[in-house]
């Protein structure tokens, strides 16, 4: 049975690998048949050697490697905090809602709203409330990522079984060992699952408020790069940051497929 599993799931990974690897190449094809047969201008699609040499320079020259450091710190400090607040409120809100499942319906409705609303619109507001500056981004970029894990960490800590309660009730733990214990271990794997999507949201969170409050970061090098016509540039860095997302993306998704194997 191992044998048969494996040689029908090995494959179907390679397969992913050499589709993702071929709609690149595809794409970087088309890209480059365009701009040298001019079926677009170079102030519509740059060639390709160009933009690249952008994206070089960007992670080469020192003022926008300190936009780089910007948005990867804006990133990171966004990310923590969704993450440890996300997953905090999400088991609070899951261990109250065993007892009172309205309550909890009408929250989780209201986070599905909140996560359905843009966030854009509510940016002047957040300008006024707070000025524009580091917290600001931070708390923009991490207004969805933060939705998703409280709503995952939620649903997670609502279907841990009732034999591990039972085994915790008769280990007299408190709510604090509980968390660790049971919750964390029985809620790893999809926690790590809504880490990788709440990455991506806070990434593109940070990004748009830099694009309109902000004068350093890539979203700021980006906006200013279309403002300014430098569509070398403005394709470069907006590679430089799709990159990232993907390093990010691939990152986790590693980390979990090592947890599911590790777990029975």
């Known amino acids: ?14 397969y992913t690998v050499v589709f993702q690897i071929v709609v690149v190449l595809a794409l970087v094809g088309l890209w480059y048949l365009l701009t ?30 300190h936009d780089l450091a910007v948005s990867i710190y804006e ?27 309205g309550v909890k319906r009408v929250v989780e409705a209201g986070l599905g709203t909140a996560l359905a609303t843009p966030k854009f619109i509510f940016l002047p507001v957040l300008v006024l409330l707070i000025g524009a500056g580091y917290w600001e981004k931070v708390i923009y970029g991490l207004s969805d990522g933060i939705i998703i894990m409280i709503l995952s ?13 039972i085994l915790a009730k008769s280990y007299k733990m408190s709510k604090i060992q509980f968390f660790w214990k049971v919750f964390v271990p029985s809620a790893l794997l999809p926690v790590i699952e809504a880490l990788r999507i709440s990455m991506v949201l806070v990434i593109s969170g940070v990004m748009l408020a830099e694009m309109y409050i902000s004068n350093a970061g890539m979203g700021f090098l ?10 070398p540039w403005l394709i470069g860095a907006i590679l430089v ?8 993306n691939s990152a986790f998704q590693i980390v979990e497929k090592s947890i599911g194997r590790w777990r029975p």
Request: no cysteine.
């Open 1 to 14: 049975m191992s044998r048969y599993t494996h040689s029908t799931t090995a494959p179907s990974r390679t």
């Open 36 to 65: 040298t047969t001019k079926a677009v201008t170079a102030d519509q699609l740059p060639p390709v050697g160009s933009t690249l040499s952008s994206a070089k320079d960007i992670l080469t020259q020192s003022n926008t490697l």
């Open 75 to 101: 990133l990171i400090s966004a990310f923590i905090i969704a993450t440890v607040v996300g997953i905090g409120l999400g088991f609070l809100l899951g261990e109250y809602g065993r007892h009172r499942a």
């Open 153 to 165: 960490a939620s649903a997670a800590a609502y279907t841990v079984g009732e034999n591990e309660r």
């Open 222 to 231: 980006i906006f200013q790069a279309g403002t300014q016509d430098e569509v």
């Open 241 to 248: 940051v799709a990159a990232l997302a993907i390093v990010l």
